[in-house]
């Protein structure tokens, strides 16, 4: 049974860090391309990074580019986003998910999400 469970997530200043982590099970998490979602209250999914299987290599939205840093431990099927400068526009709930559909025509971004866990809250408010 594969299962993400997403841990890290709460209440930060604006200005501050968080940790996000996703513990991945279920399938052989080193083979596929990974990406961590958010939703904003009344608004859609919105991709924040990718990083794919094998080498690495990383992309990120606009949004997040050079505050947000995403990460993998493919020996303990760990995948990680350390955020720091958040905004209040950062709130959301965020999600990890497996990546079942990319476009690369430029820099990469997921089109298509496989299995998502159940989300981590994080608030950003003064």
């Known amino acids: 049974e594969v299962q993400l469970v997403e841990s890290g997530g709460g209440l930060v200043q604006p200005g501050g860090s968080l940790r996000l982590s996703c513990a991945a099970s279920?399938?052989?998490?080193?083979?596929?391309?990974m990406s961590w979602v958010r939703q904003a209250p009344g608004k859609g999914l919105e991709w924040v990074s990718l990083?794919?299987?094998?080498?690495?290599?990383?992309f990120y939205a606009d949004s997040v580019k050079g505050r947000f840093t995403v990460s993998r431990d493919n020996a303990k099927n760990l995948l990680y986003l350390q955020m720091n400068n958040l905004k209040t526009e950062d709130t959301a709930v965020y999600y990890c998910s497996t990546v079942t559909a990319m476009n690369c025509r430029g820099p990469c971004y997921p089109t298509q999400f496989g299995y998502r866990g159940q989300g981590t809250q994080v608030t950003v408010s003064s």
């Open positions: 990083i794919r299987g094998g080498f690495g290599t990383i």
């Open positions: 279920g399938f052989t998490f080193m083979n596929y391309d």
